[in-house]
């Protein structure tokens, strides 16, 4: 468990008894009554943040579980199914939902792009505790006295809070990899969350690796059942299919924060992968909702 300051302030202590929200940002109290009264998750909510202060949560992800104590980040991430219980009888802290329009955006974050980041536990420490305290409470203000550019004020708070969480340790929710997977493996796959949108080529990460590309290939296949470059092809079109889920943004501009140069050369790729084209595809997602 990791320890923490507790920092009797009275902004904060406000934020852990009423829910604050925008179009774009909802905090709420973290407590034992948060799940049996759990709001709705809207269809734009990206990320969910789950600060666990006091207690313990429990996350349920396909047939892992993963344990989120006193000093925890949880980061979850749309697209991924999770149950989350407490037996603690003292649960405190915040949870903040995220939609895509206070979503930092940029190839030069310094943090994987978190739309499709992969979900995790964040361990924190004595000063990321202070400084998320603070960065909770610019929000609430902001949120309570709103002014011009809120969401690009939001936007801001959020990256510096994101900067924080992604310098601390972590552990990847993602079930879909074996426990026993390879070093090697878990390497390339911390380093394709990371440069997805900007290596595409396997021998890329092969020169990271400091292995061969055929070598790269042959681990991953043993590991996942296809290849490496199969798996940056796949990691790519989820992300693509994501942000074509997000109400008007256009094919052109996934395209470029994809590290598309040409933008018919994303519409291939996304045809080839989906078995549709991309207007098509946010049809077929918008005649569902």
């Given at each position: 468990m990791i320890s923490y300051a507790v920092y009797p302030n009275t902004a904060f202590r406000q934020s852990q008894t009423?829910?604050?929200?925008s179009e774009h940002l909802e905090i709420y109290a973290l407590n034992e009554a948060y799940f049996s009264n759990r709001p709705a998750i809207r269809k734009d909510q990206v990320v969910e943040i789950i600060w666990v202060r006091k207690g313990r949560l429990y996350i349920m992800h396909d047939l892992e579980t993963y344990k989120a104590e006193a000093g925890t980040i949880v980061f979850l991430t749309r697209g991924q199914t999770f149950e989350i219980r407490s037996s603690e009888a003292i649960l405190d802290g915040l949870v903040l939902r995220l939609s895509a329009g206070i979503m930092p955006v940029g190839s030069d974050l310094p943090?994987?792009?978190?739309?499709?980041?992969?979900?995790?536990?964040?361990?924190?420490?004595?000063?990321?505790?202070?400084?998320?305290?603070?960065?909770?409470?610019?929000?609430?203000?902001?949120?309570i006295n709103a002014g011009g550019k809120q969401d690009e004020v939001l936007s801001g708070y959020l990256k510096i809070m994101l900067i924080y969480l992604f310098r601390r340790p972590s552990v990847t929710l993602r079930s879909s990899l074996r426990t026993d997977i390879s070093v090697l493996a878990r390497r390339f796959f911390d380093l394709l969350e990371q440069q997805y949108s900007v290596n595409k080529k396997v021998s890329e990460y092969a020169d990271e690796l400091a292995v061969s590309p055929n070598h790269l290939n042959q681990i991953i296949k043993q590991e996942t059942g296809m290849s490496a470059g199969a798996n940056i092809r796949k990691r790519l079109l989820v992300q693509a299919q994501r942000m074509a889920n997000v109400h008007g943004i256009s094919m052109k501009t996934v395209a470029y924060q994809l590290g598309f140069n040409d933008a018919a050369h994303f519409s291939k790729f996304f045809k080839i992968g989906c078995g549709c084209n991309f207007t098509d595809y946010r049809k077929r997602i918008m005649e569902s909702a």
């Open positions: 009423a829910s604050c929200k943090y994987p792009n978190i739309v499709n980041s992969a979900s995790r536990v964040f361990e924190i420490d004595n000063w990321t505790t202070s400084a998320v305290i603070r960065i909770v409470q610019l929000m609430r203000r902001e949120l």
